[in-house]
């Protein structure tokens, strides 16, 4: 079987869309369960085109087989974000078109749809919907444009342009609904079809990655999402996302034929969903899912407006794909310089570079075949492990510590569900026992961190994360912000403590130490919003700052970070912007504390 790319020119703009489908003409209408989830529980781009694959069912009890799923919602909705958040194995998540078919996106498509029949097979529907789940992520993934090849220009607007399309999502879908009608997607034959289905969509997409490279407005994406897209980028990322949901919709159908299974007959309901579904996927509110991927993007862009590159802000899923595609572009060039040729290659040689593409090492989602019953079954373990995670997500995701404090601030119980932040409520170091909005323009002003004090007085580092800290011989303030945080992050072998987190305890001290009388809480708050320098506060108004901080702290992030403590008000707040005034530079360790001028 030979695997064939239809390319277009590589600088040519998407000049026509796939013949439409009249839109809901021949899809059953959708119940109130299924508009309750996609509006209230589909957080993610993936989240919904799992879901939205749903209608588009057509085989026989097409209507039976989409409230199975929607009753298994749960281990679907975990399955589509498991790639990215549990294996992590970000090779496997693209499919660079005009580089040989780079990318191990096609052999995870297959591994995942032969686990998603078998589960079938054996009417294990939650397993079955997880496999369905992460099946979704590894075909749609290589379906959108800035997953098929890379570039500088990408690197740097990659993920404020991934967040222009999650917050556009819904545009997209009225746009399919409407005059744009859904994509045709045709399923190719022989063994190797799903292979060539994933190519053939790739191929799509790839067509407008230069065009949107060059229309994504980076500037205005960061402050409203919606508006980085012009027009052009919305119609053409319409259609990427309907051609996901279509072809993923033909791939379950397919699925579910070969399994040779009915669907069990029990309905669905809305009430019956709400009293039974279990609470570890309900607990993250859309407000602050929103606030953090607002938070993340403007660091971002902060980083690009001042040094026209991202580097220490690069995501991690960026940094993995792009040091393995600089290691496969060494050997390839060294494999070159051996004689070994490297000219076009045919598409049976493709082929063979699908097989060849290297993977992570292999972790327990990396065979998911039905094994013999002497062998431990790969998949089980990953779909047993996903859901053992998802049991202890609450105690686990998030360490909070208890930190003795001078004030007198009651402490919150711990609530069921788990914070957002990597920032527990710390002490400051100094005794004086003020609080919120007690200073003034003309009270004297202290530096409350210096780089040369124990880590533990950094803001949000209690004393079981000052304990590991010390392990890996972080021992002081000025040792945490000088750290690498992935490198930090990997030696400290915490699950919870991601390299975000670190840069998060990184900046908040930093701000800590430069500018004069804020508390912990106060840089907390700071960080959590995305104003991570002194400049930042200073170029604000006090009315703009707190409206920053108002949506922060009605979560329960920001009850933690408060720990019952008031909430800051404009007079704090202006406080903040006149003492980023008189920040200082970050002093070196030797140098002696000195208050602000």
Same mark, same amino acid.
């Given at each position: ?22 839109? %809901? ?5 959708? @119940? ?98 997880? $496999? ?15 997953? =098929? ?7 740097? +607007? ?12 819904? *545009? ?6 409407? /005059? ?56 053409? *990322?319409?259609?990427?996302?309907? #051609?996901? $949901? ?24 809305? +009430? ?7 609470? @570890? ?7 602050? #899912? ?27 899923? !960026? ?15 060294? %494999? ?22 290297? !993977? ?45 404090? @001078? ?18 409520? /710390? ?8 609080? #919120?909005?007690? %200073?003034? #323009?003309?009270?004297?002003? =202290? ?106 702290? !009605? ?31 970050? @002093? ?10």
């Amino acid at each position: 079987m030979n695997y064939t790319v239809a390319m277009a020119a590589p600088a040519s703009p998407v000049d026509s869309a796939p013949a439409p489908v009249p839109a %809901s003409l021949d899809r059953p209408p959708l @119940p109130l369960l299924f508009r309750v989830l996609h509006a209230e529980k589909a957080k993610s781009t993936h989240h919904k085109l799992a879901l939205d694959a749903l209608t588009h069912l057509t085989g026989e009890h097409s209507v039976q087989w989409r409230n199975l799923f929607l009753r298994q919602v749960e281990p679907l909705l975990t399955g589509a974000k498991a790639p990215d958040k549990t294996f992590k194995d970000f090779t496997n998540h693209v499919l660079h078109v005009r580089d040989g078919l780079w990318g191990g996106a096609p052999k995870k498509v297959r591994q995942w749809y032969e686990a998603l029949t078998d589960r079938l097979s054996a009417r294990d529907w939650p397993a079955a919907a997880y $496999a369905a789940g992460v099946l979704s992520h590894y075909y749609t993934d290589p379906l959108m444009p800035f997953h =098929t090849g890379q570039s500088e220009k990408e690197k740097c +607007i990659h993920r404020a342009a991934e967040w222009s399309c999650t917050k556009s999502y819904d *545009l997209f879908k009225a746009d399919l609904e409407g /005059a744009l009608g859904w994509p045709a997607v045709a399923m190719p034959t022989g063994d190797d079809w799903l292979e060539q289905m994933t190519i053939d969509g790739a191929a799509r997409a790839n067509r407008f990655y230069d065009d949107f490279c060059e229309r994504y407005d980076f500037a205005a994406g960061v402050k409203n999402p919606q508006a980085g897209l012009d027009g052009v980028c919305r119609r053409e *990322l319409a259609l990427c996302c309907g #051609h996901a $949901a279509v072809g993923f919709a033909l791939i379950l159908d397919r699925a579910i034929a070969e399994s040779g299974q009915t669907p069990p007959r029990s309905g669905v309901s809305l +009430i019956g969903f709400l009293t039974s579904f279990s609470k @570890p996927i309900l607990w993250l509110t859309r407000k602050l #899912h929103d606030r953090a991927d607002r938070a993340e993007v403007m660091r971002i862009w902060k980083e690009f407006k001042k040094t026209g590159d991202v580097v220490k802000r690069l995501p991690e899923e !960026s940094r993995v794909t792009r040091e393995a595609f600089a290691e496969h572009q060494k050997a390839t060039a060294a %494999s070159s310089a051996g004689g070994v040729q490297s000219s076009t290659e045919s598409p049976r040689e493709r082929r063979r570079m699908i097989a060849a593409v290297p !993977s992570p090492a292999p972790a327990a989602e990396s065979a998911p075949r039905l094994a013999p019953q002497t062998t431990p079954d790969p998949f089980a373990q990953a779909f047993q492990a996903a859901t053992l995670e998802a049991a202890k997500f609450e105690a686990e995701e998030f360490e909070v510590e208890q930190v003795d404090e @001078p004030l007198a601030a009651p402490r919150s119980p711990r609530f069921g569900a788990p914070p957002a932040s990597p920032f527990a409520y /710390a002490a400051p170091p100094s005794t004086n026992p003020s609080s #919120h909005g007690s %200073s003034s #323009h003309g009270a004297s002003q =202290t530096f409350r961190l210096h780089p040369a004090d124990p880590v533990v007085d950094a803001p949000g580092i209690g004393p079981k994360t000052a304990a590991r800290f010390l392990k890996i011989g972080v021992e002081t303030v000025g040792d945490l912000i000088s750290g690498d945080p992935h490198d930090v992050a990997d030696r400290l072998d915490t699950r919870w403590i991601v390299p975000e987190v670190v840069r998060d305890w990184q900046d908040a001290a930093h701000l800590m130490c430069r500018i004069p009388n804020l508390h912990g809480h106060d840089v907390q708050i700071l960080v959590a919003v995305g104003v991570t320098d002194p400049d930042d506060v200073v170029g604000l108004a006090p009315d703009d700052l707190l409206g920053l901080t108002e949506p922060l702290l !009605s979560t329960s992030e920001g009850e933690r970070i408060l720990r019952g403590g008031s909430p800051p008000d404009l007079e704090e707040v202006t406080n903040w912007i006149a003492w980023a005034k008189a920040a200082r530079p970050l @002093p070196g360790e030797g140098e002696p504390r000195r208050a602000a001028a």
